[in-house]
């Protein structure tokens, strides 16, 4: 259970020695136990049933979502209302299946293992002729598996530079203007991902998904890779900082309430650690890293 149910091996070796960057469709390779692991009837069942945890259930329509009020009872999830949403045509969005779906927690482990990365899998139910989430970009690469039905994928070149976490995210922009700019372009690519193809889409293409024009529900899992960068070995390496003793000493009050004081605390805390950085043991640094890679759980959507 890993990458290798996603991919066939030439592709796995692909995207081990070289990330993808560009958008690409493959088939699930033979053999892959993903469609006997997760299905549409499963999906719907736990929110036919109220058996999904309510927390994570999210009811969307046009890129507007309901409050969970609208869909909970008591905290939990009240299957009398999703169906009332399912018939006007809202989408739903299942978070973190990894947390609380043992094969996928496992597939998710298996895929953190072999790649260093973090993962979460998210479902989207979407209903025939309706829109969930629209024109938005991701912080993180998603790998798009097909369960059910078809859906439309407009997908735009990157209008930010290496977005990551926080930063450049698309729900922290004016995206109105950019939106009318968009539609007035046209897409650079338009896909119809159909049942038990796999789309790749990297951070920072935006992308309007929809099944608009289709006679059948669309169902399909996102699996959210969480990248590492330069800055997670960075912010690893100052957070190991703290072994430096002058790093830990107590700056005056009057250092930090003073601008002038305060620049010369920063470029003095700056030159110790730029010197401890440099007697990082690179070797023994990386095994424990590695093993932080490989284990650690994140914050939700970071």
């Known amino acids: 259970m890993s990458l290798r149910m996603l991919f066939d091996q030439e592709t796995y070796q692909d995207m081990m020695t070289s990330w993808p960057t560009e958008p690409a469709v493959h088939d699930l390779p033979e053999g892959s136990h993903l469609p006997a692991i997760v299905n549409a009837k499963l999906l719907n069942t736990y929110l036919d049933t109220g058996c999904a945890p309510a927390d994570e259930i999210n009811v969307v329509k046009d890129g507007a979502a309901r409050h969970p009020r609208a869909y909970a009872t008591a905290g939990k999830l009240d299957p009398a209302r999703i169906a009332m949403w399912r018939e006007r045509g809202y989408s739903f969005q299942i978070r973190n299946l990894d947390r609380w779906y043992p094969p996928l927690h496992a597939m998710c482990r298996a895929i953190q293992q072999e790649t260093g990365f973090g993962c979460y899998v998210t479902a989207f139910i979407t209903p025939a002729g309706a829109q969930g989430l629209d024109y938005h970009w991701d912080q993180n690469i ?4 097909q369960v059910a039905g078809v859906k439309t994928w407009q997908i735009w070149r990157p209008v930010v530079e290496e977005p990551h976490r926080g930063y450049q995210a698309s729900n922290t922009q004016p995206l109105a203007e ?3 700019q968009l539609k007035a372009d046209g897409p ?13 889409l990297p951070r920072g293409w935006v992308h309007n998904p929809h099944a608009l024009d289709q006679t059948d529900d669309s169902v399909h899992l996102t699996f959210v890779i969480r990248e590492r960068t330069g800055f997670w070995i960075g912010e690893k390496l100052a957070k190991a900082a703290i072994e430096s003793t002058p790093l830990r000493r107590v700056i005056a ?9 305060l ?26 890293l590695l093993d932080t890679a ?4 994140e914050p939700d959507y970071n």
């Open 294 to 297: 490989r284990s650690e759980l």
């Open 263 to 288: 620049a010369a605390q920063i470029d003095r805390a700056r030159s110790i650690l730029v010197d401890w950085l440099g007697k990082v043991d690179t070797e023994s640094f990386g095994a424990e």
């Open 253 to 261: 009050p009057a250092d930090i309430v003073s601008e002038t004081a």
């Open 178 to 180: 950019l939106v009318e």
């Open 188 to 200: 650079d690519l338009e896909i119809e991902l159909e049942p038990g193809q796999i789309l790749v």
């Open 142 to 145: 998603g790998i798009v598996y």
